[in-house]
């Protein structure tokens, strides 16, 4: 470590330390000829074991530096490299990081955010235009430095790179948990402008509602979940940033400042505004021909706005792990465009997610006033191909997940009957068709048989019912659905098969049949990658039980049939 007092190179003299990193020191200095203050950093040599990677950072620091001058970084002077000690003389930047701004005064107001968020795209910018393109790849409050002028300066490059166009991802992962996007953890590619625009979006995140992205849960929210105060309209652009996918964020630092720039023009109000234009205009133009390209423009506008409102609220749903604000926002994007399907798509794959569909959901898709059920006439009429789909997808919903087993097939038929009338003269819809007429076939098997609780005086329906769940099964040997209707599609197979038993082998079935398929499940679920402890893995243990009870109570059941008859 330095002595205050020491006079470097015969020119700096060391007055006090200003920062203190894990592996590196640094100094307020000053040139006493030309009475100015610089910046220093020191990493020792023998002061820690790793060095040589450090000593690399700083390397790198210096060649990206010393190409760069821009008002929003810090320029390099000297480079002082010793026996003891390598040392970068920066320029001195008076002020204070911003991390020191939310410790001290906690939250900012959104206005001066964005200003801020502003002045750092302008730099962003200007690093991904060099060639090669810059990448930063640590942006956080504690490297970004206030001046007090009200200026922002990105300070410490030592994670810094240069894009390199053949390189498939990059060599070292770097970067700060929270702060950092997904593909800074390898797997995903190499970094590139949007990983600095990933980052841009959790520092103003962390600035807007002082909460730190870089502490558990990780996570970070829609804004308008700690203060309802804040812009929806800048909430979005949040959201947008930092989507885990590169190709859903801003594709540029310029795109990012175009929206920050008009950022008031995504809030919610101002698209319900824009809506009531485009009916005001459109109900207009039947009355003045002579508005029609005023109308057809303003119209267009309202359009584009309310597909900009669709996404945000779907992004907003996308991004949040509570099941509470990801169903309202799928809800609020319904109300807002009827006829498109992402939302009502999306809100059934969140039903699914712990798989059970309960009561509670049930009131949500259909049950209540404020339900997706007050905007079906408006879906089926808008789109039927999706409306059928959507009939589709609440008809596995039911049959699949829902929690009261007695009725799960009963209240799936009329949503698989919707979908297989509309499916029936669509020839690339031939597997849903046939699926969701298969289900509703067997569902009325289940009105007739387990709903009045007695056994049908022709047995041959038992035997149809078991050829439609094997037909089911071939299907989805060629065809395959999703892990979860797999497993509960082997689970009904096997537990009907067993309960069937004595009718089936008197309708011709054998064992030997029975156990073929048995041996087929088992070894579909056993090459199924699932990962461990979760809903689906849960499952096929649970399939993987029933297999092995199923087997000695339908040789059971084979045994004394062949022994009585």
């Known amino acids: 470590m330095l002595r205050i007092g020491t006079v470097i190179d015969g020119k700096y003299k060391i007055l006090n330390i200003i920062g203190r990193g894990g592996m590196s020191t640094v100094y307020l200095a000053i040139n006493e000829k030309a009475n100015k203050p610089w910046a220093i950093k020191e990493v020792r040599k023998d002061a820690d074991a790793g060095f040589e990677v450090v000593y690399q950072s700083l390397i790198s620091e210096k060649e990206i530096l010393k190409k760069l001058s821009h008002k929003g970084l810090p ?3 000297d480079v002082i490299d010793d026996s003891d000690n390598f040392l970068i003389v920066m320029d001195y930047i008076e002020g204070i990081t911003l991390k020191t701004v939310l410790k001290e005064q906690g939250p900012q107001p959104q206005t001066l955010v964005t200003d801020w968020a502003l002045q750092l795209c302008e730099t962003l910018k200007y690093l991904h235009d060099m060639t090669p393109p810059i990448i930063y790849r640590d942006l956080k409050p504690s490297n970004i430095m206030l001046r007090p002028d009200g ?3 990105i300070i410490d490059f030592g994670t810094a790179r240069e894009y390199k166009d053949k390189n498939e991802a990059d060599t070292t992962y770097l970067g700060t948990k929270g702060y950092a996007a997904p593909e800074q953890f390898g797997g995903l590619g190499q970094t590139d402008a949007r990983t600095d625009i990933y980052n841009l979006g959790a520092v103003m995140y ?13 996570e970070i929210y829609p804004i308008t979940k700690w203060d309802t105060a804040l812009s929806d309209g800048l909430e979005h652009i949040i959201c947008k940033c930092t989507q885990p996918d590169p190709q859903k964020r801003f594709q540029s630092a310029r795109e990012l400042i175009y929206a920050l720039e008009h950022y008031k023009d995504l809030e919610h109000k101002a698209i319900t505004g824009y809506r009531k234009k485009l009916n005001k205009f459109a109900i207009n133009a039947l009355f003045a021909m002579m508005a029609a390209v005023l109308s057809l423009a303003t119209g267009f506008k309202a359009y584009s706005k309310q597909r900009n409102e669709y996404e945000y609220l779907v992004e907003v749903a996308d991004r949040s792990t509570d099941f509470d604000i990801k169903t309202e926002y799928y809800l609020k994007a319904v109300n807002t465009d009827p006829v ?3 939302a009502y798509q999306k809100l059934v794959e969140s ?11 049930e ?6 006033d404020i339900s997706v059920n007050r905007f079906l006439d408006k879906f089926e009429e808008g789109d039927p191909e999706k409306y059928a789909d959507f009939c589709y997808e609440i008809g596995n919903l039911y049959w699949f997940y829902y929690e009261h087993e007695e009725s799960r097939q009963l209240n799936s038929v009329k949503w698989f009957k919707t979908a297989s009338d509309y499916y029936e003269d669509n020839e690339t819809k031939y597997i849903e068709w046939k699926r969701s007429r298969l289900y509703a076939e067997m569902g009325g098997f289940y009105k007739d048989i387990v709903l009045r609780q007695k056994g049908a005086k022709d047995k041959r329906i038992y035997l149809n019912y078991w050829s439609d769940l094997l037909e089911l099964k071939k299907m989805n040997d060629t065809d395959p659905d999703k892990d979860m209707i797999t497993l509960r599609l082997y689970n009904e197979i096997i537990g009907r098969t067993m309960e069937y038993a004595g009718v089936l082998f008197e309708q011709g079935v054998t064992k030997k049949e029975v156990n073929r398929l048995y041996e087929d499940i088992r070894t579909d679920i056993n090459e199924m990658e699932l ?3 979760s809903v689906i893995y849960k499952e096929r243990e649970k399939t993987q039980k029933l297999l092995e009870m199923a087997k000695e109570m339908t040789n059971a059941t084979a045994y004394g049939i062949k022994k009585e008859y």
């Not at 699914?352 to 569909?357: P, Q, R």
């Not at 009131?363 to 209540?368: E, H, Q, R, V």
């Open 206 to 218: 962390h600035l807007v509602t002082g909460h730190d992205p870089s502490e558990p849960p990780y």
């Open 531 to 533: 990962q461990e402890e």
């Open 151 to 153: 200026s922002l300066v």
């Open 340 to 342: 498109r399907y992402e």
């Open 363 to 368: 009131k949500i898709l259909i049950k209540t």
């Open 75 to 77: 320029s390099i002077i």
């Open 351 to 361: 039903f699914e997610n712990d798989g059970i569909f309960s009561d509670e959901e």
